[in-house]
């Protein structure tokens, strides 16, 4: 292709687009889901169409009330925990999450890249900032990227980072970011002790 490509892409295709590209990416794991429900709506009917002969056998048989509905709930849970296991095992196989992460800063934004991906947040896309135990958090929409407090030599580098990138930020993502950004602006604020 000779030229660039300009277009919109507005959110309520993007939402739609979501749900369909998880059902065509991961088909087997979006079937089994299915499945799944359809069974326990199946076993649950069952069970409440044959409620008084199932009564009388957890009874004859020594066992509680609801026994077989306990029995049923712990099953749903742990095969929803195993797709669960599944479908992050998937997710796994598709992309290298080992590989080393490069940030930079330039006037116009932050570039996150690896080997095999690169984005560019520019300073008024970055919708939001977060303090995490172990990291600061940038965000487009919900697009987050954790900048882990390894990457950074000490504390006061981490801190000169957020104070720069808040400084930056528009002010809706000022906003939103205020709360949990406070007490890391505050400490910058502050001057050191002797």
Not at 35 to 60: E, H, K, P, Y
Not at 62 to 80: E, H, K, N, R, T
Not at 98 to 115: C, E, K, M, Y
Request: aromatic residues 10%.
């Amino acid at each position: 292709m000779d030229r660039g490509l300009t277009y919109q892409m507005p959110f309520e295709r993007l939402r739609k687009l979501g749900r369909k590209s998880g059902r065509k990416a991961y088909p087997f794991l979006w079937g089994m889901k299915w499945l799944l429900v359809g069974l326990v709506l199946a076993v649950l009917i069952l069970v409440t169409v044959f409620d008084d002969a199932l009564q009388r056998w957890q009874a004859s048989v020594g066992l509680p009330p609801f026994s077989v509905f306990v029995v049923i709930l712990v099953v749903y849970i742990a095969a929803f925990l195993v797709l669960r296991r599944v479908g992050l095992r998937q997710t796994k196989a598709r992309a290298n999450f080992q590989s080393d992460v490069h940030l930079s800063r330039d006037d116009g934004g932050i570039r996150i890249a690896t080997d095999e991906i690169e984005y560019y947040l520019k300073w008024q896309g970055i919708s939001q900032m977060l303090m995490e135990h172990d990291g600061v958090v940038v965000s487009h929409g919900n697009l987050f990227f954790l900048i882990p407090d390894s990457a950074f030599v000490d504390n006061q580098e981490r801190n000169a980072f957020v104070r720069d990138v808040f400084g930056r930020l528009g002010e809706e993502a000022r906003s939103r970011s205020e709360k949990s950004m406070r007490p890391v602006l505050d400490a910058t604020a502050a001057p050191a002790r002797p």
